[in-house]
């Protein structure tokens, strides 16, 4: 599969006989020209030995992780898809179709049109005085709530919104940043009351299966924000490490070195260290949020794509490098 560890690698010099994802200047001047340049994709087949680089700053499908199949994976913006402004959110989770969201105004949990923001129906949260966290499978919407005396629960809703008492979570834990939940098969991943730990539970928020100590960025100090999971991997954000950066660990919450930057795509929004995982389209999405009036949520969507950031030679040429896939 592709190689998807290292989104954006330090590069080394490249050229014929050097190994995938090795970089090499190429002086490239429009279509074919060189021999085996196409100027649309980026991609250059090099007719001395037949390998397959492609300009830096270009990106291909990962469609093509077959063909390509140990070439470096980057996640960047959408750029089929605008952001979306949202009422602004506590708890926010996204399918194909719809997104999940509750506010700070109120204590329902809303349906929204992922395509065009539009609010589509809302559900109250029973007997919440604050809810916040969201999460979605397949059939259910999960949200945290607040029902007072310091007793907090998991309401459990269809993907229309339908609450169904019967499987209704109570006894849950309360935490400092419960605006993500990951639920991956009959476990629950919240981040730990020092936020600088993740808790795996089992179904019922009974028993404790395991805490993953996690120091972000490489940071000790830092804590953490959000939580994501996209099937494979989990991704963590910080709001203490000064950056935007979403980072990639395994099931067992070992750093892998891959991070992906989110951007604020959308003024007045002023905060954003808010990673999510849409199973539905298989599409990473990052929140931008205002901070101030009129208090919006912005939702950007991103995708994985076979490729890595614009480059250019070092040692003086200024040609642009491009990265071997082949």
Known sequence: MSNFSTFFPAGSGGGEGSGINSYAPFSVVSENNPQGYIESTGVYTNPVDDSVWLKTGKFLSTSLASTYPNATIAIVPDAATAPEQYTRSRGFAANATHVYATNYSNTNIYK???????????????????????????????????????????????????????????????????????????????????????????????????TYNVAIGGSSTATLYTIAYDGTSFWLTSQGLGTNRAYQYNTSFVATGASFEMTVIQSPATSLSWVGYNAGNSKYFALSQDTASPFETYYQQYESVIGDAARTDSSGSGQPLFIKLK
Do not use: C, M
């Open 112 to 210: 929204f049109d992922i395509t065009t923001g539009t609010a589509l129906s809302a559900s109250s949260v029973p007997s919440s005085t604050q809810s916040t966290g969201v999460a979605l499978t397949s059939n259910r919407v999960y949200v945290y709530a607040h029902i007072g005396s310091g007793v907090y629960v998991i309401e459990v809703f269809d993907l229309n919104l339908v609450n169904i008492p019967g499987e209704k979570i109570t006894g849950v834990p309360v935490y400092q940043e419960w605006r993500t939940l990951v639920k991956s098969g009959t476990s629950w991943f919240v981040l730990g009351p020092n936020l600088k730990s993740v808790l795996e539970y089992n179904s019922d928020f009974t028993s404790v299966l395991n």
